[in-house]
């Protein structure tokens, strides 16, 4: 189990109790590797977001595009964009 946890929780000695107990906890409850996009991933979702701010539309597009050939899901929403992995 204690490859799921966060780097920190790994080592006891750096972390506080209450941290060892909030990664445990929440290793179980998100399958290691689905809960985050890999750095090229989140890079592009990085580029993405700060194209829509910058009202670049065919650069987000763009990004868009490339994240669905990798498998990923965008799901603007007023709370922000969600993302997910298709299966």
Same mark, same amino acid.
């Given at each position: 189990?204690?490859?799921?946890?966060?780097? +920190?929780? !790994?080592?006891?000695? !750096?972390?506080?109790?209450?941290?060892?107990?909030?990664? /445990?906890?929440?290793?179980?409850?998100?399958?290691? /590797?689905?809960?985050?996009?890999?750095?090229?991933?989140?890079?592009?979702?990085?580029?993405?977001?700060?194209?829509?701010?910058? +009202?670049?539309?065919?650069?987000?597009?763009?990004? +868009?595009?490339?994240?669905?050939?990798? /498998?990923?899901?965008?799901?603007?929403?007023?709370? /922000?964009?969600?993302? @997910?992995? @298709? +299966?």
């Amino acid at each position: 189990m204690a490859e799921n946890l966060h780097p +920190r929780a !790994q080592n006891q000695a !750096q972390c506080h109790p209450t941290e060892n107990v909030y990664y /445990g906890v929440f290793a179980v409850l998100i399958p290691a /590797g689905e809960d985050r996009l890999s750095p090229e991933e989140q890079a592009l979702f990085d580029e993405r977001q700060e194209a829509r701010r910058r +009202r670049e539309f065919a650069r987000a597009d763009e990004a +868009r595009r490339r994240l669905e050939e990798m /498998g990923i899901t965008l799901e603007d929403t007023p709370k /922000g964009t969600r993302w @997910r992995r @298709r +299966r």
